[in-house]
């Protein structure tokens, strides 16, 4: 008998760890095919052609998978090779960048950015002079969001000489407001204390040296590879169309990079491991600190999806939103541009990140795939349905949106006519900071032309203002008022708070 157990203790000891092993192996197993089950199922209610998923932990690449397909009605596949954008999630690679000459001396994030670049200049005299180059990535400058000059088209040392004309939306480091032009500044200081331009220097210095081969800083750099998304847009009938992609000139440090599956699980991994790749560090240990050390406070409704996962502190890093979720710091961004998504969310901790592309305009299946693999691969658990909550909560949030706009629309005056004959609002507007606007009459008919190709038909609505409805349908409508001046002749027109003034013909 004593022999008997002693035989069953020594199985015990032996084959114990092996069957823990072989259980923990087949968690592994088990977690990935749940997840690849959910992400169908979350991709089915959201309506999204297509997404790429990758997932890292421990130094290793533990899931990979592509969705969908590259653009609906046609059968080419979103792979893991599928080139998509990264959009935002391209500024915490811009921060890297910096970091790396912050190392070589050639720079401090201390340094005032108009003694290093003295093309950068602020409308507020204080912070012209005490802007550093840390403060060109946590959003806290004054500054407030510019993003209509990239989206038509203005050269970036045009957008730069603009700046100086920009009053502030709040003083120096007392709020935040999340804004793409300080990050384009920070390309431009990059170009200038390096001597490579932006593009040369995040291809040589970053996606180079971590073998991210098919990872281009811009889209036109990456025509040559064989597949890219195509961008979709779902309109208020939950109608989804694929739409033209409008390249944005000039944004490249802000948000102008392409990538996939395969290459960016690589940005992950060297993120994860102290900016280390085969060994070696391309960052000193105080500067990779640094990227995810607190630089200032964001707010949680910047993201709706923190209603849900209520963190209790959101702050924003250089180059990467941070909350803290199940008691654990989460460094994450998303990208967006019309009809594209990403999103890229680490552990640091934990050694683990998720990064996710998607191929239509918002489709918050981006946060839900995030927490849902955070739960899965570092928590333990399975309990929340993120897509399906998530799902809830934005469209209330669009119906709620709706009922706003049908109510706006409600308080239109009917049988009104404008002041002046038709012809009248036609002319050359321009803006100090925006540039120019030529609103064309033809048969009374108008229609407004914006610098980089977006054009909108010109309705009355009521009164002295006029609907705008974009020949880029997923812009949405917008709406302009004119002025008259003392003599009764057109003087301006408001756009969305911008005023044109008429020029004189």
Same mark, same amino acid.
């Given at each position: ?278 060994? %070696?560090?391309? +960052? ?5 600190? /640094?990227?995810?050390?607190? &630089?200032?406070?964001?707010? @949680? *409704?910047? #993201? ?106 409600? %308080?239109?005056? +009917? ?5 002046? /004959?038709?012809?009248?609002? &036609?002319?050359?507007?321009? @803006? *100090?900071? #925006? ?71």
């Amino acid at each position: 008998m004593r022999k008997y157990w002693i035989t069953v203790m020594m199985a015990a000891l032996f084959f114990g760890p092996v069957n823990a092993q072989k259980k923990k192996a087949n968690t592994k197993v088990d977690i990935g095919a749940n997840f690849d089950t959910y992400i169908k199922q979350a991709l089915a209610l959201w309506k999204t052609p297509g997404i790429s998923v990758a997932v890292v932990k421990d130094g290793n690449v533990i899931f990979k998978k592509g969705y969908g397909v590259t653009e609906l009605g046609k059968p080419e596949a979103f792979t893991t090779s599928t080139l998509s954008v990264c959009a935002s999630t391209t500024k915490a690679m811009t921060a890297v960048c910096m970091g790396m000459l912050v190392d070589e001396g050639k720079v401090k994030w201390t340094d005032k950015v108009n003694e290093i670049y003295p093309a950068f200049k602020l409308y507020d005299n204080y912070a012209n002079a005490e802007v550093t180059i840390k403060d060109l990535f946590t959003h806290n400058a004054g500054l407030g969001n510019a993003d209509w000059l990239w989206v038509t088209g203005t050269p970036v040392d045009t957008v730069i000489a603009k700046m100086r004309l920009m009053k502030p939306a709040y003083s120096m480091r007392s709020s935040f407001m999340y804004q793409n032009l300080m990050y384009v500044v920070a390309g431009e200081v990059i170009h200038k204390v390096s001597g490579k331009t932006y593009d040369e220097f995040i291809q040589e210095r970053l996606f180079t040296p971590l073998g991210m081969l098919h990872t281009y800083p811009n889209y036109s750099l990456s025509v040559k590879e064989p597949s890219h998304i195509t961008p979709h847009f779902m309109y208020e009938d939950s109608v989804i169309k694929p739409i033209s992609f409008i390249e944005p000139k000039g944004i490249d440090a802000a948000g102008g990079v392409w990538s996939c599956a395969d290459d960016i699980n690589k940005w992950m991994l060297f993120m994860l491991d102290s900016a280390k790749v085969n060994g %070696k560090a391309l +960052l000193k240990p105080e500067t990779y600190a /640094a990227l995810f050390t607190p &630089a200032s406070f964001s707010t @949680n *409704e910047f #993201y709706p999806t923190a209603k849900l996962t209520k963190p209790h502190w959101t702050t924003y890093g250089l180059g990467w939103f941070q909350e803290d979720y199940h008691g654990k710091m989460v460094n994450f961004h998303t990208g967006s541009l019309d009809g594209a998504v990403a999103i890229c969310g680490l552990i640091n901790d934990e050694h683990f990140g998720i990064y996710i592309f998607g191929n239509m305009d918002h489709t918050e299946v981006r946060h839900a795939l995030m927490y849902k693999a955070m739960d899965l691969w570092v928590f333990n658990d399975d309990k929340n349905d993120w897509s399906k909550d998530f799902y809830k909560m934005y469209k209330d949030r669009a119906a709620a949106a709706k009922k706003e706009d049908t109510a706006f629309e409600a %308080k239109r005056v +009917l049988n009104t006519k404008p002041s002046v /004959a038709i012809k009248a609002y &036609a002319g050359t507007y321009s @803006n *100090e900071i #925006y540039g120019g606007a030529v609103i064309i009459n033809n048969n009374d008919s108008l229609r407004l032309q914006f610098p980089g190709n977006v054009n909108a038909k010109v309705s009355h609505w009521h009164y002295d203002t006029f609907l705008c409805t974009f020949e880029q349908e997923w812009f949405g409508k917008s709406w302009i008022s004119f002025k008259l001046n003392d003599e009764g002749a057109v003087d301006s027109f408001d756009f969305n708070g911008i005023v044109y003034t008429k020029k004189e013909e």
